[in-house]
T-cell receptor, first 113, second 115 residues
Framework: GDSVTQMEGPVTLSEEAFLTINCTYT??????LFWYVQYPGEGLQLLLK?????DKGSNKGFEATYRKETTSFHLEKGSVQVSDSAVYFC????????????FGKGTKLTVNP | GAGVSQTPSNKVTEKGKYVELRCDPI?????LYWYRQSLGQGPEFLIY????????DSGLPNDRFFAVRPEGSVSTLKIQRTERGDSAVYLC?????????????FGPGTRLTVL
C-alpha cells in the first residue's frame, strides 16, 4: 500500500538556520503531496501542497518540490524562526477514490532564539 | 467562518465501555474523514464519508468501530467495548472535494483515554 517515510526527529535549530526535512513516498498511482503542520496546542493545518511532478509548493517561506524520479517531497526553509517550532507531517493522497491522506510519522522542530 | 469542531475535547473511559465522539464539519463540506493519531505517530485513516454514505471504511481496525453521518453533516464515531489500545487522539477532517486537489481541514481532535 501507499506509504510515507519522513526524517526522524526531533530537529533542533537556531534561529535563521536552514531547514530541510526529508520525505519520500511509495504510491501505486500519481499522488498529490502535502506538508501539514501542527503548532503546539493547535490542530493540523495544511502548509503547502503539490499535485503533480515538478510542481513546487510554497507558503510562509517554506518550499517543497514534487520529485517523481526520486519519489521525494523534501521540505525546506532558508531561515527558520522561533515561531516555526511545530511538528511537521508529510502526507500523500491518491487522486481519485476516497483521497484519504496517508501521513508520515511527523518531525518535531524546535527553533531556539 | 467556523472550522471543524469536535466534542468532547477529552474523554476518559474504562475498558469495556462504549463511547461516542462527535464531529461538526465546515458548513457545506460534503466529504468527512476520521483519523486516529497515536502518540508519536502520524494520523491514520479510519473512514471517509461522501454525503451520508461511508465511501471508504477500509481503515476501521475492527467491528468495534462504527461511524455514521445520517444527514450528511455531523458525524459520530462509535467505539464499543473499548480497549486500552484504543487510547489516541481521534481527528476529524472535512473537505469540499474539489476536482483539483483535496484540502482537508482538521478539527482539534478528541483525546480518548481508556483506563
Amino acid at each position: 500500500g501507499d506509504s510515507v517515510t519522513q526524517m526522524e526527529g526531533p530537529v533542533t535549530l537556531s534561529e535563521e538556520a536552514f531547514l530541510t526535512i526529508n520525505c519520500t513516498y511509495t504510491a501505486t498511482g500519481y499522488p498529490s503531496l502535502f506538508w501539514y503542520v501542527q503548532y503546539p496546542g493547535e490542530g493540523l493545518q495544511l502548509l503547502l501542497k503539490a499535485t503533480k511532478a515538478d510542481d513546487k509548493g510554497s507558503n510562509k517561506g517554506f518550499e517543497a518540490t514534487y520529485r517523481k524520479e526520486t519519489t521525494s517531497f523534501h521540505l525546506e526553509k532558508g531561515s527558520v524562526q522561533v515561531s516555526d517550532s511545530a511538528v511537521y507531517f508529510c502526507a500523500l493522497s491518491d487522486q481519485g477514490g476516497s483521497e484519504k491522506l496517508v501521513f508520515g510519522k511527523g518531525t518535531k522542530l524546535t527553533v531556539n532564539p | 467562518g467556523a472550522g471543524v469542531s469536535q466534542t468532547p475535547s477529552n474523554k476518559v473511559t474504562e475498558k469495556g465501555k462504549y463511547v461516542e465522539l462527535r464531529c461538526d464539519p465546515i458548513s457545506g463540506h460534503t466529504a468527512l474523514y476520521w483519523y486516529r493519531q497515536s502518540l508519536g505517530q502520524g494520523p491514520e485513516f479510519l473512514i471517509y464519508f461522501q454525503g451520508t454514505g461511508a465511501a471508504d471504511d477500509s481503515g476501521l481496525p475492527n467491528d468495534r468501530f462504527f461511524a455514521v453521518r445520517p444527514e450528511g453533516s455531523v458525524s459520530t464515531l462509535k467505539i464499543q467495548r473499548t480497549e486500552r489500545g484504543d487510547s489516541a487522539v481521534y481527528l476529524c477532517a472535512s473537505s469540499l472535494r474539489q476536482s483539483s486537489y483535496n484540502e482537508q481541514f482538521f478539527g482539534p481532535g478528541t483525546r480518548l483515554t481508556v483506563l
